[in-house]
């Protein structure tokens, strides 16, 4: 159950009266299991939190108001105590998204189940997405993505457009829309 503290600051900051941190994006750990050729985010940060630690800032965040929380990395997945953190947030009606590479969602799909949407990185189709992130990385995504919307869970496509990749674009909305997957074009 919600509590009344809680509901009244989402309803504040709704109405713009005063601000609370009503929803999360949180990277858990740098650590990850590709190397995209772009990305910086592959090597564990020096300073990220310890178990303990990392329930007691979300548990500040849920006393301040927080009704969303985004996971990321890194590889979210990756983290020793994903399926704990995914369980602690869901016990106190906090809605938890995903943003992953996909790869290991066939590993945990009860973790998987427990969210309310997973979003998944391609470059493009299997050659662009291969080249910057690994060969493999693509089917892998793919068999992710399919075992999550299997699951019952939203799952989108997320695809930061660049030089690398923008002739590829149509290429990819035709595929998703085979998959019946929608995807989500950002700017890097
Ligand atoms: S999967 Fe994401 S976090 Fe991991 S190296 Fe690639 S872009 Fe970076």
């Given at each position: ?26 990277e858990?750990?740098?650590?990850c ?55 602690w ?98 700017r890097?």
């Amino acid at each position: 159950m919600i509590s009344p503290s809680i509901i009244s600051k989402g309803l504040v900051a709704r109405l713009g009266i005063k601000t609370y941190p009503l929803s999360l994006t949180y990277e858990l750990s740098w650590r990850c299991n590709l190397a995209c050729s772009y990305c910086d985010r592959h090597t564990p940060m020096r300073s990220e939190l310890q178990r303990e630690d990392i329930f007691k800032v979300l548990g500040e965040f849920h006393k301040l108001g927080m009704r969303i929380t985004n996971l990321d990395g890194g590889e979210a997945l990756l983290h020793r105590n994903i399926d704990e953190i995914v369980e602690w947030l869901v016990q106190r009606k906090i809605t938890v998204t995903m943003h992953t590479n996909g790869m290991l969602i066939p590993n945990k799909l009860d973790t998987i189940r427990k969210l309310s949407g997973v979003k998944i990185s391609l470059d493009g189709p299997r050659e662009n997405h291969d080249a910057m992130r690994g060969a493999g990385s693509f089917d892998k995504a793919l068999v992710g993505a399919k075992a999550a919307k299997s699951a019952g869970v939203p799952v989108a496509f997320t695809c930061t457009v660049g030089r690398h990749n923008i002739q590829t674009i149509d290429a990819l909305i035709a595929m998703a829309e085979e998959l019946d997957i929608p995807v989500i074009f950002n700017r890097p």
